[in-house]
């Protein structure tokens, strides 16, 4: 990531939290002539102890320094969550780790322990992506309950993309921009981490240019680096699935993450996936 896009991309993630936070959460009052939801910049230094001036610097994408002391504060008054705060001090303090060297040619290698765990968990749709969200490992639920991954070229398989390409997933996510999100959110968090990798600003404005849908669930700047969301699904053949999307960072070099989808308790869908493999066997 190039300077100047880094402090684009601080100068966006500040006013779309800065406009998440309503004054009456914020302990001010609401006044009646507020043009636009949230509160004003001045607010914010307000509560953060800064200047104004400053502070509208900093928004603005200005070239400024910013101590960690000083972005506790606005992080506070913007209330951002521990992920949130993460990823401002990453873009505000260039402090991402040194990306190591990574090709599209490399896969990383996903050790015996990690492929026995996703054939035991053979109700749980399970999906093991890397640090750019490209799918390296998935078992036979998720080929079932998504699609066939292998049928797919090795450099088509990034999730992210796929979500916007494939159609299979636009039919199969009854709330699809809730599904959209929670893997935003991972990838905003890993963009954040690794801010030198210029292949994601390239990425990401590929998927501007080709998916306006993209540009408008990625300008809401959501941050989490495990994301709980409840999802239902409207399977082909099983029809109404609902799962729980829990997501597991995977120790070790590779930085891979476990994507599980396990069927809600109160529902039906355990059996309708059994039932599904069953007639696949």
């Known amino acids: 990531m190039s300077n100047q896009t880094r402090l684009q991309a601080l100068s966006e993630f500040l006013k779309s939290r800065r406009a ?40 603005q994408g200005r070239d400024i320094k910013a101590s960690p002391s000083v972005l506790e504060c606005i992080a506070g008054a913007l209330r951002l969550t521990k992920d949130e705060r993460s990823y401002l001090f990453a873009l505000a303090l260039d402090s991402g780790p040194a990306s190591p060297a ?54 088509e398989r990034n999730m992210i993309r796929l979500l916007f390409v494939r159609q299979e997933f636009k039919r199969l996510a009854v709330n699809w921009e809730e599904f959209v999100r929670g893997y935003l959110a991972i990838f905003r968090a890993y963009y954040g981490q690794y801010v030198d990798d210029g292949w994601y600003d390239e990425f990401i404005s590929s998927m501007k240019a080709e998916h306006p849908e993209f540009n408008r669930l990625w300008e809401e700047s959501r941050v989490s680096s495990a994301p709980d969301v409840v999802l239902e699904f409207r399977h082909a053949k099983a029809g109404k699935m609902l799962f ?26 355990e059996g309708k996936l059994r039932r599904l493999l069953e007639r696949q066997a």
Do not use: M
Not at 29 to 49: F, I, M, N, S
Not at 113 to 131: F, G, H, M, N, Y
Not at 258 to 268: E, K, L, R, V
């Open 102 to 155: 990574y090709s599209l040619e490399e896969e990383p290698e996903i050790s015996p322990a990690l492929q026995k765990i996703l054939r035991e968990l053979t109700t749980c749709p399970t999906i093991v992506s890397d640090r750019r969200c490209a799918i390296v490992g998935w078992n036979e639920a998720a080929a079932q309950v998504f699609l066939d991954f292998a049928k797919l070229d090795r450099k």
């Open 244 to 269: 729980h999307l829990t997501s597991l960072q995977v120790h070790g070099g590779a930085d891979l993450r476990c994507s599980i989808y396990t069927p809600a308790g109160d529902s039906n869908t």
């Open 20 to 59: 998440a936070v309503s004054p009456a959460a914020a302990g001010l009052p609401e006044g009646t002539r507020r043009r636009t939801p949230g509160l004003r910049r001045e607010e914010v230094a307000q509560l953060a102890g800064v200047s104004s001036t400053w502070y509208t610097w900093l928004e």
